[in-house]
């Protein structure tokens, strides 16, 4: 205790904290006598007398004052000193005059702050690029760039130069490698550029369809550890087995993938397994398809999966189920904004403005067409599953419309009743119960609805022949909506069949100047030109067409019949040419190419389409009698007997036919079979004179008994004959038309018919084979005459005109120039 010292109660605890030394005190300087002193004499600022650091610029030189000295004084640390001449100026005393601008300026000096006299700087040294380093980073530059190039060219559609700069950067790339491992860089790899490199060459190896290159590509990546996310690329891999339809492969490739992807990436997930889904349905394993879409539904529902479920459904019969997963399809969300919103207010101007500005803009766009794409598939799917989940398909559809009916799809309610009326049309129920009725019901609707409705009932009616139906409701779609290219088109064509076609005309131009795309109107426009002679411009309508619908078999064939019109046949054959690559079964068309190779005076080429035409359609008899006319031609009468022997059994009652058979028989030195043809012909027709004077010949040839008894018969026919015309010609007295007599008084045969006119040269044909078969030879000369001889008859169209458009398989035509009526279906709404 003897050590401790108590604290007296005066003494300060906290003194001494704020002593400090004196010197550093500059609150007092004013007070100091000795800092005052050196102040005002110039002690402070005395220079030393030698140099202190040699080889400057004052070392082993005369000082003097820094009062008129043209030379730098040097301070005690080798500075200039204050007031001292650099460079011909005298630097001011103080600091009062900026240095540079003094006014006492020296001899021989200039204005000259910035030193711009010492001339430009020099140039800033290159890099060298042959350091590793310039090399590595001058490769990477160019790997980039060829990624970039190979992307550029896949969005131009020039999928083979994409795939070339993919593979030259992959080259690239390996050379970077090689470079960074030379340098001893090997550690700082660029993974990215790698995997960009590799990722963007499996993508054009498969834009390409080098699938087993692109899935090559793809797998170096996946096994590659160092790749982080890599497995995702597992779902590219598995669209490559799915196109290659290795759908095993794909279902475990994407359930990988799926694996992969953590819970966060919802939206990838959930696409992932609309994959497999798509999948199963391929497969035809509903019952796996239909576990992914109501997963799918039940997590995040959308439009496309809605729409598979139903056809799940549908695929296996499960009616409720249908009804319950139409529900949750129309109660999507589409997340658009409503059609409100771009309704321009009135009194706004700069409101205005912004709506007029986003009406069409992309966002607006996308929505119009995802909007679309809904209605698509509930259309679809309300058509598909409306015959399926009642007892009638009528009371599907009124159920569907009820559904419709109560939710965001108010407006496709209509188009569903129109739908209706359409499928009971393919049924081919025109009753009143039925289309019309479901139909007419739309005549009070809004004007679209009733528009469309009133287009097909004109449409039904003009199939009905009912011309004059067809034509009112045309108009009544037409006051409805004047826009409509459907309904003018409808009144175009009820106008065409009253002939009136200068007026039809003036209607199909006023629905090509609604709807520039409509080519049922371009095309009859085309076939109304045609009817009134204006070939030129009939041409130039198909042309147009042609370029729409490059393969359209009707408009070919038409540009053909106009070419040939206008007597330019090698034009003709060119397009029937170009019809047959789209058509090659089409028996019409080789006929026609046949008729024109024979105008042209080329047989084989002529024989070889009719021969074709004959083989895909036996029963034409103008290609049945120009091969039957072409071998006995070419003196192979054996080979015509069977086309004649065709043509009796299509036309049994006409005489000719079985005449020509006869006649093939005879040239051929069958007698006695041509002798048994004539007796079985006198059979069917008695009275034919023709037979008689031909069995009486063949009798008297050859000695037979029968011979005067056919003899007295030809003689009561031909007294009939004459009776007959003697009638005729007694009530035709007075008129200007001559008669016509049939028959001949001498021993040549020749049996004739009316021939049939056409556009498309048909009387010419039989004027030409009226020219090549003429008669049979007389009484008095040999059947097997060496002499060329013509065959019985002339012949003829037995069936008249040709139609001016082939029945193709691609659409049928009932009428010669028929046109082109509108067609029914959701082709009549507007979008």
């Not at 630097?91 to 005059?97: D, E, H, K, S």
């Not at 819970?263 to 994959?275: A, F, G, V, Y």
């Not at 706004?348 to 067409?369: C, F, G, P, S, Y």
């Not at 004027?767 to 008669?775: N, P, T």
Request: proline share 4%.
């Amino acid at each position: 205790m003897e050590h401790v010292h108590l604290a007296a109660e005066e003494d300060d605890l906290y003194s001494g904290y704020n002593d400090y030394n004196p010197t550093f005190d500059s609150e007092e300087l004013d007070n100091d006598a000795g800092f005052q002193q050196a102040v005002r004499t110039s002690h402070g600022r005395r220079p030393p007398m030698t140099a202190k650091f040699p080889g400057t610029a004052i070392g082993g030189r005369a000082l003097g004052t820094s009062f008129g000295s043209r030379m730098p004084m040097a301070s005690s640390m080798g500075r200039p000193m204050t007031g001292a001449v650099q460079d011909g100026a005298a630097r001011p005393m103080t600091a009062v005059r900026a240095a540079g601008y003094s006014s006492a300026m020296t001899r021989g000096s200039t204005f000259d702050p910035l030193g711009q006299s010492k001339g430009p700087a020099p140039p800033l040294e290159g890099k060298s690029e042959d350091t590793p380093d310039e090399k590595v980073k001058i490769l990477e530059k160019k790997v980039n760039d060829l990624i970039e190039e190979s992307c550029l060219a896949h969005g131009h559609g020039d999928l083979q130069l994409s795939l070339d700069r993919a593979k030259e950067a992959g080259r690239k790339e390996r050379a970077l490698v090689r470079q960074r491992e030379q340098s001893g860089n090997a550690d700082h790899i660029n993974l990215d550029l790698t995997y960009s490199v590799l990722f963007n060459l499996a993508t054009q190896y498969a834009n390409n369809d080098m699938y087993a290159e692109a899935l090559n590509t793809y797998q170096v990546i996946v096994k590659n550890k160092m790749f982080s996310n890599a497995g995702r690329l597992k779902v590219n891999m598995a669209n490559i087995h799915f196109k290659q339809k290795n759908y095993p492969k794909a279902i475990k490739l994407y359930r990988m993938a799926l694996d992969q992807i953590s819970n966060s990436h919802k939206e990838m997930r959930i696409k992932i397994m609309q994959n497999i889904g798509v999948v199963f349905i391929r497969m035809g394993q509903y019952s796996d398809a239909i576990t992914s879409f109501e997963h799918i539904m039940s997590e995040c529902p959308n439009i496309k999966t809605g729409f598979n479920l139903i056809l799940c459904y549908y695929a296996i019969g499960d009616r409720e189920r249908m009804k319950k997963a139409f529900q949750k399809l129309i109660c999507v969300p589409l997340g658009i904004d409503e059609e409100d919103k771009y309704i321009p207010p009135n009194d706004d101007t700069h409101a205005n403005l912004v709506i007029e500005a986003i009406k069409n803009d992309k966002l607006h766009q996308m929505e119009r067409e995802r909007k679309a794409l809904a209605e698509k598939f509930i259309m679809t799917s309300a058509k598909l599953i409306a015959p399926a989940i009642e007892a009638t398909f009528a009371a599907g559809f009124d159920w569907c419309v009820d559904m419709v009916k109560s939710s965001q799809y108010v407006e496709l309610a209509n188009d569903l009743e129109i739908n209706k009326a359409i499928t009971y049309l393919r049924q081919r129920d025109f009753n009143q119960v039925g289309a019309v009725e479901t139909l007419k019901t739309f005549e009070k609707k809004d004007s679209r609805v009733k528009s469309a409705a009133a287009t097909n009932l004109s449409f039904l009616y003009f199939l009905e022949k009912d011309y004059d139906q067809a034509d009112r409701y045309a108009d009544l779609a037409m006051t409805a909506d004047r826009y409509n290219p459907a309904a003018l088109i409808n009144k175009g064509n009820t106008v065409f069949v009253k002939k009136d076609y200068e007026k039809a005309a003036e209607f199909y131009k006023e629905a090509l100047r609604n709807d520039s795309s409509c080519t049922e109107a371009l095309y009859n426009l085309g076939l109304t030109y045609k009817r009134l002679g204006r070939l030129e411009e009939s041409l130039d309508c198909f042309l147009k067409l042609h370029a729409i619908l490059r393969n359209s078999a009707q408009v070919m064939w038409q540009l053909a019949s106009l070419f040939e019109m206008l007597e330019d046949p090698h034009q003709a054959i060119e397009w029937l040419m170009q019809l047959i690559t789209v058509t090659p079964t089409d028996p019409q068309v080789l006929a026609k190419l046949g008729e024109l190779y024979d105008s042209e005076g080329d047989k084989s080429q002529a024989f070889q389409y009719y021969q074709e035409s004959f083989r895909y359609f036996p029963s034409n008899i103008d290609v049945i009698e120009w091969l039957g006319a072409y071998y006995i031609d070419t003196q192979f009468c054996e080979k015509a007997i069977q086309y004649f022997e065709r043509a009796t059994l299509i036309q049994p009652t006409q005489v000719k036919w079985q005449l020509m058979v006869a006649s093939c028989y005879r040239r051929s030195g069958n007698y006695q079979k041509a002798l048994e043809t004539y007796k079985d012909i006198h059979r069917k027709f008695p009275e034919n004179v023709e037979c008689l004077r031909f069995l009486v010949r063949l009798c008297t040839d050859m000695g037979m008994k029968e011979v005067q008894d056919y003899a007295t018969k030809l003689k009561k026919v031909e007294k009939m004959k004459e009776i007959r015309e003697q009638r005729v010609k007694s009530a035709r007295e007075g008129s200007a038309r001559g008669t016509r007599r049939e028959g001949s008084a001498s021993s040549e045969v020749v049996i004739k018919a009316d021939s049939g006119h056409s556009s498309h040269g048909t009387s010419a044909k039989g004027e030409r084979l009226s020219a090549k078969m003429r008669a049979l030879p007389g009484s008095n000369e040999p059947y097997e005459a060496s002499s060329q001889r013509d065959i019985d008859a002339s012949y003829v169209d037995p069936l008249g005109a040709p139609m001016e458009r082939p029945k193709t398989a691609a659409k049928k035509r009932n009428e010669e120039d028929e046109f082109a009526d509108e067609e029914l279906g959701d082709d009549l709404l507007p979008e």
